[in-house]
């Protein structure tokens, strides 16, 4: 018990008061008083307590959360620098999820600064906000990169290497579905492109690009039940439960034809004259 509230203590942080139990040990949380239970809300959940359980509540205590909303009340939220020293503050004290809204703050500040025809600029604001616990807005930063990219290859006309290293770049930088879209837009402007075939899972045979479906039929497979088989090992695995079937229903008459031998074996046994098999 005692090493479950401290556990329940060290993860409340952002908290202003104090549960002390009668079994020994304290929370400290945002305390609710109930007719019949004491709830103690923490940082990351909530956790309760009878009320013969508690000894004393502390509503003396202080409080990080307090602290950090007085100091957000002291930052002017225009200035980044600012926000970003409140922000290392709460990070260094644990103050969790109540920091967010002034980490979006932050996020969309930065970008209302940024030039947004400028990639280099965009790629930078993605590593950062990637770095500071942002990761919808780097995705939108990268979005707005590859539309720049997209922009300067049309541009130049239809160019199928540059699309497929767009498309490479795009996959690697956390945008699989426009790395698809670029791959195809690479071999329509160049269908023999093997590199861009290959990243959509084509695959060379008989003198034609083919997807791999295409290419297990041309090899003569078989779609059959989930995999891809031969028509010889098809018609063999369907012989085969076949045959397990004919086995099945054969063994099943031998063992009636047994149980009903052993019946009339006890029929004479007991005396009764028997005129042929009859069936029970």
């Known amino acids: 018990m ?13 908290a202003a008061d104090e549960v002390r139990l009668k079994a020994g040990g304290s929370v400290t949380g945002i305390v609710e008083e ?8 923490l940082q990351y959940g909530t956790v309760a307590f ?15 959360l307090q602290e950090y909303q ?5 930052t002017d939220l225009s200035k980044a620098d600012q926000i970003e020293t409140l922000l290392r503050w709460a ?15 932050l996020g969309r500040l930065r970008w209302n600064g ?14 950062w906000a990637r770095g500071i616990g942002l990761p919808e807005m780097a995705k939108e930063a990268m979005g707005r990169v590859l539309d720049l990219r997209r922009q300067a290859i049309a541009a130049a006309g239809p160019n199928a290497e540059a699309l497929y ?13 426009d790395a698809m879209v670029l791959f195809q837009e690479a071999i329509r402007a160049n269908p023999d492109h093997e590199f861009a075939r290959r990243a959509l899972g084509y695959e060379f045979f008989a003198g034609k690009w083919r997807t791999p479906t295409e290419l297990k039929t041309a090899m003569g497979l078989l779609e059959f039940e989930g995999d891809w088989v031969t028509p010889q090992a098809k018609e063999a695995i369907l012989a085969s439960r076949t045959f397990a079937k004919e086995r099945r229903r054969l063994a099943e008459e031998r063992k009636r034809l047994e149980q009903e031998r052993a019946r009339l074996a006890a029929v004479q046994e007991a005396g009764v004259v028997v005129f ?5």
């Open 70 to 74: 007085e100091r957000l009340k002291g």
């Open 50 to 64: 009878a009320r013969d359980q508690v000894e004393h509540i502390d509503r003396t205590k202080s409080s990080v």
């Open 165 to 177: 290293q767009l498309g490479l770049w795009a996959r690697s930088n956390g945008l699989p579905a």
């Open 2 to 14: 005692r090493f479950l509230i401290l556990i329940l203590s060290c993860g409340s942080l952002a």
């Open 91 to 105: 990070d260094e004290r644990r103050v969790g999820s109540a920091a967010q809204p002034l980490r979006d703050h």
């Open 276 to 280: 042929g098999l009859s069936r029970p």
């Open 34 to 41: 109930l007719p019949e239970k004491v709830v103690v809300h």
């Open 114 to 127: 940024l030039d947004l025809n400028n990639a280099s600029q965009l790629e930078l604001y993605t590593v």
